[in-house]
Every structure is written in structure tokens, then in C-alpha cells.
């Protein structure tokens, strides 16, 4: 029967005999790939920790490489893979090629326009059914776009896809997820994510999260025999674990599968759309019915000119570019973000980017590198240096996974290594703020540093110096000078050990932290990132406010901000004096830019204070401690050499490990998400104007003004290409909530100014002209009308010019005149202007329409805004 133990969150467990070997001394007894004897290094130490109690167990630590369990020979894979018991759940960055072409083709939309496309080519010449290839045109551009961007979301998927470390024949290897098979025997490390359901078969302090599956936030100890789940990821210590499930069999699979999906729904964006299309279709029902009653029915005209004139009608009511269009968008905006190797693995995640209004930034590896150099060592209390370097060496060999502080000092001390043997280690955790080990020395006791005689055990303590000293201890003063200077500094202290005597407390007790004795500073200098400064000083100039939230010292922390730039870093604050209650905290978060000494849980609250007050929040990180901020932030963004466990559940991914990219994808987003809204006005005044000439047709008992050629004709030079081109450009504007308010309270009034205007001109001409050509005349005249006013809300929404909007107004412009100058063109598209009052009056009502125009959006601005004041603290 497995068991499942929690951390104890009351404090040290009491005594007793500790199954599995979790007592702080001793090896654990042999199981199924357990470690069978001490003496080699322990447990894996860890850069972040997740919701952890400060008190952990500790165990021995893991003999290497004698004594671990071999893991599947050879032989014994292929016949796995011969019976098909193989991890081969496919990995799903994307909507598959068939889903791209299904979704492009088989609209709604789509379906009418087809059915008046195939109706048009019975009744009416060739230049009727433009609009026809007009929809293969746009469906078949989408479908590329999107296939594109499935190019360049699975290259990018494979790039960063997590390859879990796998033992065969005794010898461990990193393989691709696909490659797993039953009864694999699967290593573990701090960040490392269970990629298939199993059993642990080795265990060092081993704590899994399962919050991503359970729900439970604190992490579980794992011992030999216990199952460990798929979708779960390590915050300390590692292990092995036996493959039980691979493939769709396992817990997660099916939820991984779909969870990692590329997808097109699921946003503000994305859903105003579908509000906006469903009124629409409503709207086109009975408006459509009631126009083709007028027109077949009432007016008894020629059947086919009565359809052909129908039809003209019907299909402007189509928005029918916008989806199109905003699929294209979001293709382009993956394929650029592509070129810079970044990983998008939620599509919305892009249009999140754009609302953000806060950045929350962890220092180490976002700020700064990930690497780190021992500047000096600053022995205290007349310790012996070279004893303090092989003390410093023995903790370097006592972790096999060593963090960026731990690494700088093992590169420092290398040839200090291997001298003591290790007899237990304590994992570093993040809530914890330091890490231990105890050896057997070996005649390495130093006159000055009172080290030990030979053969005697010593415990060791690794960490933050105000976490490990008293309150107004006299070497706190001089860490607090390194720390202004930028520089990180970790105190090496003697475990408390009560008396002195051997068998003192156990390095996981409080009070071997608390009776710690300082023996010596240890100076690391942090490497800043080159690109760092530019970076938040993009967001500032963005009006984003950006949050400097890091596990390290508060003055520290300040101190690299202060060098990059950031504005408010001279005011840090130490989060252990933070409020717990959620207001409280939002007001301190609110009035600073640096938070020191910040544990994981303490980023998870913060995330959710901010949002609290109204604000979009995105969170950078890479180590396990960033996971539950990275969950719960409303854009979680990870760094491709973070862990296995953040790059899972953060929505965008930097592979490229450059903070600098950051701001492109930001501006990606505004740009997708402000045109789109530019975009969409364009495309729903036509739909308004469609419909309410249509009403006003069915009202007035008169022809449809138009046939599909001209509306085809102002379609493309108004909006088609207008749209095009906008949607692709440059747009720095954040992206505001309410879509569809914002959009809607333009385009219905344009609409309607365009179409009353249109309507009349149509009826003006209706009067002056007779004869058999009459209803031509009348359609040119009420078709210039439509195309000024058409014109000028293309031109109020390209505000503000820029050269290349101005040539792009006046072009098409420019092509309408074309078009009326040329004498084959206006045969083709039945445009013929007939003589000069009518005309004159057209352009005249269409400049009165265009300052109505200017009036109204100018109101509109005021009265209606697009979103009501929000509280932002």
C-alpha cells in the first residue's frame, strides 16, 4: 500500500523511527533502484522552492553510481517498442493541417456566399460574381498564413520540448518524450516535470507539486513505492521514478494534449467577434427576406436583374473579412514572433501581452544572468581561509544539481572537492532561504578556524545572512554595505549544535539555524544582463509599470534595479514585512518597484493584489519558485532555460533566454489587437449601411441601387486593401478592454450616415433622370456618394498619418478615378457618370456626410467611452 506524506506545516516531526530513511542520519535501506550505502554526495539542491514549509525533511544522500537501479537494457526497450508501449501522445503545438482548411473553408459565412456565388453565375455577366473570387482568394491567403504559422509553432515546439533524463543499461541519457517506454526508469531533479505516470524508485528529500493537477497547493514528499502522476513537477530534492502508464494511458495525457493546443478562441478578441457575427447573422434574416420580397415580388422587374440586384444587396451585410483578416493577424504575429524565437503556446496570450500594465520581473535570469562569480571571501571570528575553503568545497560536493550561487562557488573551490566524505544534505528551498550538508572530516581542522579533529562529523549551513543571523548582529551591517554595492552575499555558518558535542540538531531543525555560528561571507558578483536597462525603459516609456519581485536581499535587489535604471529602486521592501491581507499588500505593491526576500507563495498573493486593483499583470521567471506566480498571472512568460515545470505552464516562452525580446512581443500584440479594432470598423460600417439600405429599399418600394460589381468595387478599395495594410502595421497603443463597445459605437454611426446619404442621392437622381438608363445613372450617382463617404471613414480611422497612410488613402482614391476616367472599366463595372448637377450633388452631399462624420466620432469620443474609469490604485 503506497503512501502519500504532506510537509509538516506545525513544525519538526516527532521523534521516532523514520521509515525509508528519512532520518537525518544514515543511509536509506535498499529498494527497487534505491541507494543502497552512504557515502557519496546528497540530495540535489535547488535554485526555487514552491509553497514549502521551512522545516523539511532531510534524507541521506544518493550513493553514485553504485547501488542505483540500472533502468531497461537494450533488448528490453525493443520489445516495449515492439508492443506498441510507447509515450507516443503527440505533442500539440498546433491545430493540425486538416483543422486549418476545415476551419477556413467550412464557415458560416463562407456557406452563403457560396450558395449566391453558384445563384450569380445563371443570372448575371462575370464582373456579378467578383465577390466570389474575392472569398476563394481571402479563404485561400488564410489557410497559408496558418499553415505558416503551424511551421514555425511546431519547429519552435521541438526546440523547447522537455527531454526528461532516462536510464538504460546504467547509463542516463536525455531522450525525447515520444521515446519513453513502459518500465523506463525515469531521473529527477528540482524543475524537472513528470512527463508519464509511475512509481519513485529513488528518492532524496523528493517533494512534488501537483497543483497543476490537484489543486493542492502544498508539495508531497515522495518515498520509494509512491505513484507520482504525470503533469506534476519536482520544487526539491530528485530521485527516479519506473514508468507505469506511457502515452493515452497516462493521467495527464489527454489534458496535456489539449492544454498545449494552438488555438483561435478563448479571448476577448476572438469572442467580441463571435458577438458581433452572431447579431449580425440574426439582423441579415429577416432584412435579406424583406429585400428580396421587395425586389422579386413588388416591383415585378427582370427576374434576372431583380436577383442579380438581390444579391448585391445581401452579400455586403457579410463581415466576412474580418474573421479572415484576424486570423491572418494573429499567423503573422506568431511567424514574426517566430523569427525571434519565441514560442507562443496560447494564442490569446499575444493579445494578453498587449493589455498589460504591470510586469512583475524576477531578478536572477531575467534581470540578470544566470551565472554568478565569487568576488571575495570574507572570513569572520579569525576563521582559517583555508579552512573555509574546504568547508566551502566539501557543500559544492554535496550537490550533484548545484544552483547559480552554489555553481559560482563550486567553479571557485574546485580543487577543494572530495576531500570530506558527506554523511546528509539539506535541499535548498526558496522559502527556507538556505541549504546544508554534514561530512566526516578528515584532519582538515585549522588552528584559527577551530576546525574539527580528524574523523569528527560537522554540520554546515549555506544562506541568507539575515535569514541565519540575530537581529543587530555586527556582520549584518557589513553584508547590508555588499548589498548596496549590487552584490549577493551568503553567510557560512556552523550549524547550532547545542553543546558542540557530535549529534548536535539535525541540519532540518530550526534551531540548527538558529544557534548558527558565522564563520565567513561569501561575495558573489551577479552578471547584468547587457539589454536589461533598454528593456525597462521600454516599459516605462509604455506606461508599464514594471515590479521587481525576487527571493533575494531587498537592498541587493535595489541596487541592480537602481543600475538598470529602474525608476523607485532606491525604495525597496523586504516582503517578510509585507501585510497579509490583500488590500493592504495592493497599496504597498502599488507604492514600490522592489520586493526582496520574497517567498514563492508571497509572488502568488502579490499577482493576485495587483489584479485585484483592475491590473493586467504578466510574470517573467525560470526557476520552480516562479511556477505559482506564473500560474495565476494573467500572462505567464518563461525563459527556455528555465525549468521543465515553468515553461509548462507559462503561455509564452523565450527561447532565446533574451529579457530583450520582451518588448517585441508587446508590441506584437498591441499591434494585432489595436488594428484588428482599427479593422473592424471598417468592415461593420459596410454591415451597418448594408442593411439599413435594404430596409430603406423595402420601405420606399424602389430598385436596389446596386449590383454586386460596384459593391465588390468599393469593398476592395474602402476596406479590402485599407484593412490589409493597416492590420499589418505599427501600433504601440495598449490594447483596451470592451472590443466590442469600442468598435460598435463608431461603426453604427457611420453606417447610418453612410447610408442615408447614399439613399439620398439615389432618390435625388431617382427624380432627374428618365428613360431606359435611368436606373444605371442613378446607381453611379448613389455609388460616387457612398465611395466619398466610405473614404472618409477609412481616413478618420487611419489617423494618425503617417506617410505611407496618406499614399494609401489617396491611392485608392486615386483608382476609384480611374476607374470613372477609363471607358473599358466603367463598362465593366457599369459606372457611368451622367451629366453634372446630379453628380455635383452627389460629392456635395457626401462632404456634408464626412463633417457629420467628424462630428459624430468627435461626440461619440466623449459620450461614449470605451471603457468606464477603472480603479488602478
Not at 519538526?12 to 535498499?30: L, V
Not at 543587530?472 to 552584490?487: I, K, M, S, W, Y
Not at 499588500?585 to 495587483?610: I, S, W, Y
Not at 468598435?743 to 435625388?764: D, K, Q
Amino acid at each position: 500500500m503506497t503512501q502519500r506524506a504532506k510537509i509538516n506545516t506545525d513544525g519538526p516531526e516527532p521523534p521516532g523511527p523514520e521509515p525509508h530513511g528519512r532520518g537525518s542520519h544514515g543511509p536509506a535501506p535498499a529498494g527497487p533502484g534505491s541507494p543502497a550505502g552512504p557515502g557519496s554526495p546528497a540530495g540535489p539542491a535547488i535554485d526555487a522552492g514552491a509553497e514549502l514549509d521551512p522545516v523539511h525533511p532531510m534524507k541521506p544522500p544518493r550513493p553514485r553510481p553504485a547501488g542505483r537501479g540500472t533502468g531497461l537494457t537494450a533488448a528490453e526497450v525493443a520489445a516495449h517498442v515492439a508492443r506498441g508501449e510507447v509515450n507516443d501522445v503527440p505533442v500539440r503545438s498546433s491545430r493540425s493541417t486538416t483543422e486549418i482548411i476545415r476551419a477556413n473553408v467550412f464557415t458560416r459565412f463562407n456557406a452563403i456566399i457560396g450558395v449566391l456565388w453558384v445563384i450569380m453565375f445563371f443570372v448575371a455577366p462575370i464582373q456579378d460574381t467578383l465577390f466570389g473570387f474575392v472569398i476563394i482568394a481571402n479563404t485561400g491567403i488564410g489557410i497559408i498564413q496558418e499553415l505558416r504559422a503551424k511551421k514555425t509553432l511546431d519547429g519552435l515546439a521541438v526546440i523547447g520540448e522537455a527531454r526528461p533524463t532516462v536510464r538504460r543499461d546504467g547509463v542516463p541519457a536525455e531522450i525525447s518524450t515520444s521515446e519513453i517506454v513502459l518500465g523506463d526508469l525515469i531521473e529527477l531533479g528540482p524543475g524537472d516535470k513528470v512527463v508519464v505516470d509511475g512509481v519513485v524508485a529513488e528518492a532524496d528529500s523528493l517533494e512534488i507539486d501537483e497543483s497543476l493537477l490537484t489543486g493542492e497547493a502544498d508539495p508531497v514528499l515522495k518515498r520509494p513505492g509512491d505513484p507520482v502522476m504525470s503533469g506534476s513537477f519536482v520544487v526539491v530534492g530528485g530521485g527516479a521514478f519506473q514508468a507505469t502508464k506511457v502515452g493515452r494511458d497516462a493521467y495527464a495525457a489527454q489534458l496535456a494534449e489539449e492544454a498545449s493546443r494552438f488555438t483561435l478562441v478563448d479571448s476577448e478578441l476572438r469572442n467580441g467577434i463571435s458577438t458581433i457575427l452572431k447579431y449580425v447573422t440574426w439582423m441579415m434574416i429577416p432584412t435579406a427576406i424583406g429585400l428580396i420580397l421587395s425586389q422579386l415580388v413588388v416591383k415585378q422587374n427582370d427576374f434576372k436583374n431583380s436577383i442579380a440586384r438581390t444579391v448585391g444587396g445581401i452579400v455586403p451585410m457579410i463581415p466576412e473579412g474580418l474573421v479572415l483578416l484576424t486570423s491572418v493577424a494573429f499567423a503573422i504575429g506568431v511567424i514574426r514572433l517566430g523569427r525571434l524565437k519565441v514560442l507562443v503556446q496560447e494564442l490569446p496570450a499575444i493579445e494578453g501581452l498587449a493589455r498589460v500594465d504591470v510586469v512583475c520581473l524576477d531578478k536572477t535570469g531575467t534581470l540578470t544572468e544566470g551565472g554568478m562569480d565569487v568576488s571575495e571571501l570574507r572570513p569572520l571570528g579569525g576563521a582559517d581561509p583555508a579552512y573555509v575553503r574546504k568547508v566551502l568545497g566539501a557543500i559544492g560536493e554535496s550537490d550533484p544539481r548545484p544552483n547559480a550561487s552554489l555553481q559560482a562557488i563550486i567553479d571557485a573551490y574546485q580543487s577543494e572537492r572530495g576531500q570530506w566524505p558527506v554523511t546528509a544534505a539539506l535541499p535548498f528551498s526558496s522559502v527556507r532561504k538556505y541549504s546544508g550538508a554534514a561530512f566526516e572530516e578528515n584532519g582538515a581542522g585549522g588552528e584559527n578556524g577551530g576546525g574539527p579533529a580528524g574523523g569528527r562529523p560537522s554540520r554546515w549551513l549555506l544562506g541568507a545572512p539575515d535569514v541565519l543571523l540575530p537581529t543587530g548582529d555586527p556582520a549584518l551591517a557589513e553584508v547590508d554595505h555588499l548589498n548596496r554595492q549590487g552584490l549577493r552575499v551568503l553567510l557560512l555558518a556552523r550549524a547550532g549544535t547545542g553543546d558542540g558535542r557530535p549529534g548536535g540538531h539535525a541540519l532540518d531543525s530550526p534551531e540548527a539555524a538558529s544557534g548558527a555560528e558565522a564563520t565567513a561571507l561569501v561575495v558573489l558578483e551577479q552578471r547584468l544582463r547587457p539589454d536589461a536597462a533598454e528593456t525597462l525603459a521600454y516599459f516605462a516609456d509604455q506606461d508599464v509599470s514594471a515590479k521587481v519581485i525576487s527571493g533575494d536581499n531587498a537592498v541587493s535587489v535595489g541596487a541592480v534595479a537602481g543600475k538598470l535604471g529602474l525608476s523607485g529602486a532606491e525604495q525597496t521592501v523586504d516582503a517578510r514585512h509585507l501585510p497579509a491581507e490583500r488590500e493592504p499588500m495592493a497599496d504597498a505593491l502599488v507604492a514600490g518597484a522592489v520586493f526582496g526576500r520574497v517567498t514563492p507563495q508571497q509572488k502568488r498573493e502579490m499577482v493576485g493584489a495587483l489584479q485585484s486593483r483592475g491590473h493586467t499583470v504578466a510574470m517573467t521567471g525560470d526557476g520552480v519558485n516562479d511556477v505559482l506566480a506564473l500560474k495565476d498571472a494573467d500572462i505567464g512568460v518563461s525563459m527556455g532555460s528555465g525549468s521543465e515545470a515553468t515553461r509548462a505552464v507559462a503561455q509564452i516562452v523565450l527561447l532565446n533566454n533574451s529579457f530583450a525580446t520582451l518588448p517585441s512581443v508587446v508590441a506584437e500584440g498591441r499591434r494585432v489587437i489595436g488594428n484588428i479594432t482599427r479593422v473592424a470598423t471598417l468592415f461593420l460600417t459596410k454591415t451597418v449601411y448594408s442593411v439599413l439600405l435594404a430596409i430603406l429599399v423595402a420601405c420606399f418600394q424602389v430598385e436596389y441601387p446596386f449590383l454586386p460589381r460596384h459593391l465588390t468595387l468599393l469593398s476592395t478599395l474602402t476596406i479590402g486593401i485599407p484593412a490589409f495594410f493597416l492590420a499589418l502595421a505599427p501600433n504601440k497603443e495598449r490594447a483596451q478592454p470592451n472590443f466590442v463597445r469600442r468598435v460598435m459605437r463608431y461603426a453604427v454611426p457611420s453606417g447610418v450616415i453612410a447610408a442615408l446619404a447614399t439613399f439620398t442621392t439615389y432618390l435625388l437622381a431617382r427624380h432627374v433622370y428618365a428613360g431606359p438608363d435611368s436606373l444605371g445613372a442613378e446607381t453611379s450617382a448613389a455609388t460616387l456618394t457612398l465611395f466619398l463617404v466610405s473614404m472618409w471613414v477609412l481616413a478618420i480611422v487611419a489617423r494618425p498619418y503617417t506617410w505611407w497612410r496618406i499614399c494609401l488613402v489617396v491611392s485608392m482614391g486615386v483608382a476609384f478615378l480611374v476607374v470613372l476616367a477609363v471607358p473599358a472599366l466603367q463598362h465593366f463595372f457599369a459606372l457611368k457618370l451622367v451629366g453634372t448637377a446630379v453628380p455635383w450633388a452627389a460629392v456635395g452631399i457626401a462632404v456634408a456626410a464626412s463633417v457629420a462624420l467628424e462630428l459624430c466620432w468627435r461626440w461619440v469620443g466623449r459620450r461614449f467611452p470605451a471603457q468606464a474609469p477603472a480603479s488602478r490604485g
